[in-house]
């Protein structure tokens, strides 16, 4: 994996993440964030060839009944939609750029969906975008999340004037705390319950979808990047694990069999087994050979994954939590985090 071709920036704050080529002496030192070059052979994106051109839109993929993905055109981060049988839809994370916005509103008008409720899995700027062709809905997020999100949101504004420009100012971080006893997000669908932690942000949560055996992680358990802490808290390194051991329980619990990470990983790294839900988008032609990767990968009886001697990935094989243990625990020591603050 070349430094060019490596997805390690996902949303923060302040971005720590490595490239795969980067010494971890200088990466932990960092504090800002490389602006997005645009789409890349690792960025899957839906093409359209009229007039010869390839354009950018929001292909969704069934990664389980009523469960479906889109990635973003950078930083390959995931939009879930969980859809009832009404066509009723829950947007978790809408996406990135506008025309990425635009466009799942587009599929889901054109699939006859409407969208009920909305869910931000955290407060950091590029999960609390948002279109008025999404609807006039409530958008959820835990009470730490929406609290985080009043306190930043001008300079989180900013971040994402910088990196996505021409979002709709008035509805940007406009997210609504879910009730402080309430276990699932109010909406008429399936049950999307909620799972609450600090392991990246304040507030942050993923959604188990029980009825589809499916976890929306947010933006942990990715076979491509290394843990990002929340280094403003008092004991990142604790909250991360607590917040694992969290996914870890809520997987028992529920049985889940998917999952639906922060970032998406390559096809070659993880395969559901004779199965066809983890298929893949094809990203636009360049002069890169074009990639396929999953948009979920399963967290039960995946086939081993191998790599190459030039790939180093902070993950391991195995399950997602289980994997997600030993690289928080590789990568996230004490010494490490004290150098992020």
């Known amino acids: 994996m070349t430094r060019a071709s490596c997805r390690s ?4 704050r302040r971005s720590c993440r490595p490239s795969c080529a980067t010494p971890p002496g200088s990466w932990a030192q960092r504090r800002s964030r490389p602006a997005p070059s645009g789409p890349t052979d690792l960025a899957p994106v839906a093409v359209s060839h009229q007039d010869g051109t390839a354009t950018v839109g929001r292909e969704l993929t069934q ?4 469960v479906w993905t889109a990635t973003a055109e950078i930083w390959t981060s995931l939009t879930t939609l969980v859809v009832a049988d009404d066509g009723a839809c829950l947007v978790v994370d809408p996406g990135i750029t506008v025309a990425e916005v635009e466009c799942l509103a587009d599929e889901i008008r054109d699939r006859g969906w409407h969208v009920e409720a909305a869910f931000a899995t955290h407060a950091h700027w590029d999960h609390v975008l948002w279109s008025a062709r999404l609807g006039d809905v409530p958008r959820w997020a835990t009470p730490a999340a929406a609290a985080a999100q009043q306190r930043s949101r001008d300079a989180d504004l900013a971040k994402a004037d910088a990196a996505a420009p021409g979002h709709d100012r008035e509805l940007f971080g406009r997210i609504t705390a879910l009730p402080d006893d309430a276990v699932a997000v109010p909406w008429s669908g399936p049950r999307a ?7 990246h942000a304040p507030g942050h949560a993923a959604l188990v979808l029980p009825d589809s055996g499916v976890l929306v992680a947010g933006d942990m358990l990715s076979d491509i990047e290394i843990p990002l802490l929340d280094v403003d808290a008092a004991d990142p390194v604790g909250d991360y694990r607590d917040g694992l051991h969290r996914l870890e329980a ?3 619990q ?3 069999t998917a999952v639906v990470p922060g ?14 839900w983890s298929t893949g988008c094809t990203s636009a032609p360049s002069s890169r ?3 396929r990767r999953t948009l979920a990968w399963p967290i039960r009886g995946s086939a081993r994954r191998t790599r190459s001697s030039s790939e180093r990935s902070p993950r391991t094989d195995g399950p997602a939590v289980a994997a997600g243990l030993r690289s928080f625990h590789g990568t996230c020591r004490e010494p490490a985090v004290r150098r992020l603050r």
């Open 289 to 291: 050979a074009s990639t």
């Open 263 to 276: 970032t998406v990983m390559s096809a070659a790294r993880a395969s559901w087994p004779g199965g066809s």
């Open 9 to 12: 920036s996902t949303c923060a």
């Open 193 to 199: 319950l909620v799972v609450g932690h600090h392991a």
């Open 250 to 252: 809520a997987v028992t």
């Open 254 to 256: 529920h049985a889940i």
């Open 63 to 66: 990664v389980a009944p009523g």
